[in-house]
């Protein structure tokens, strides 16, 4: 029997009894299927261990600017979610500097679009507000 340590004291643990996947009995089928996805796994995780750590990086990377021009083009956009997406961009794109192989120039350009557009979008969406509703009438001079 071990302990657990937690703010409130000291407290006994019992083993886990519950059954695992070993415990318990797999149709030939399910075993086929299951030895298949490991050896599906095991043939992804060889491939993506040969492909340079850069090209996965600034792929992800990329998502993170299509997630922000997603928040940025709905109507009306999501403002917080696309600064979020911008924000983690930013922040690896600037940390990684001179790491991010020969597509670190996109990313820095794709980068500095996508902050313009957002900049470009909070100043229309605060000229809107400021603008009077259209129909209101203007006050005389």
Same mark, same amino acid.
């Given at each position: 029997?071990?302990?657990?340590?937690t703010?409130?004291?000291?407290?006994? %643990?019992?083993?886990? +009894?519950?059954?695992? +996947?070993?415990?318990?009995?797999?149709?030939?089928?399910?075993?086929? =299927?299951a030895?298949?996805?490991?050896?599906?796994? *095991? *043939?992804? =995780?060889?491939?993506?261990?040969? %492909?340079?750590?850069?090209?996965? %990086?600034?792929? &992800?990377?990329?998502?993170?600017?299509e997630?922000?021009?997603? &928040?940025?083009?709905?109507?009306?956009?999501?403002?917080?979610? *696309? *600064?979020?997406?911008?924000?983690?961009?930013?922040a690896?794109?600037?940390?990684?500097?001179?790491?991010?192989?020969?597509?670190?120039?996109?990313? =820095?350009?794709?980068?500095?679009?996508?902050?313009?557009?957002? %900049?470009?979008?909070?100043?229309?969406?605060?000229?809107?507000?400021?603008?009077?509703?259209?129909?209101e009438?203007?006050?005389?001079?």
């Open positions: 029997m071990s302990t657990l340590w703010p409130d004291g000291e407290h006994q %643990v019992e083993p886990d +009894t519950s059954p695992t +996947t070993q415990d318990t009995e797999l149709s030939p089928e399910d075993q086929e =299927r030895q298949a996805m490991a050896e599906d796994m *095991a *043939a992804a =995780r060889q491939k993506i261990a040969q %492909v340079p750590a850069s090209m996965v %990086v600034n792929n &992800h990377l990329m998502g993170f600017f997630l922000a021009a997603i &928040h940025l083009s709905n109507q009306p956009p999501n403002m917080p979610e *696309a *600064a979020l997406a911008i924000d983690a961009l930013g690896v794109v600037d940390k990684l500097a001179g790491r991010l192989g020969e597509d670190e120039e996109t990313l =820095r350009d794709s980068l500095q679009q996508i902050r313009l557009a957002y %900049v470009g979008l909070e100043r229309q969406s605060q000229e809107e507000a400021a603008a009077p509703a259209s129909g009438e203007k006050p005389d001079a």
